[in-house]
């Protein structure tokens, strides 16, 4: 049984950053006939991955290390990345922020 990128995504993921929160969507159907969409999809992926592994890393760091542990994905196919990396008390002030009244 051939295993979906989004599956792989998520375990390299998990054993690399040991997440609180671990959320991978698969966009492709959206950038069907943008540069790098393959016919078959498993291209383009949302991941929200929050996790203690980023406290004192800068935005960029975080980004870099998220391509770096997905380097083998993006050799074979993977095009693009929307990336939301955060610490755990990011996520909870972000979650905070969102539910607060206006």
Sequence with gaps: MIESR?????AV??????????EVTDD????AGHAGAAPG?????SVLLV??????MPRVARS???HAALAAE????LHALALTLRTP??????????????
């Design 41 to 45: 999809g498993e291209t383009h992926y």
């Design 13 to 22: 993921l998990t054993a690399r950053f040991a997440p609180a929160v671990l």
């Design 6 to 10: 989004a599956r792989r995504i998520a």
């Design 74 to 77: 993006f050799a074979s196919g």
């Design 64 to 66: 870099r290390a998220v």
């Design 51 to 56: 996790a203690d592994a980023f406290a004192g």
């Design 89 to 102: 008390a990011e996520h909870a002030h972000s979650a905070a922020s969102r539910a607060a009244p206006v």
């Design 28 to 31: 492709s159907a959206r950038h």
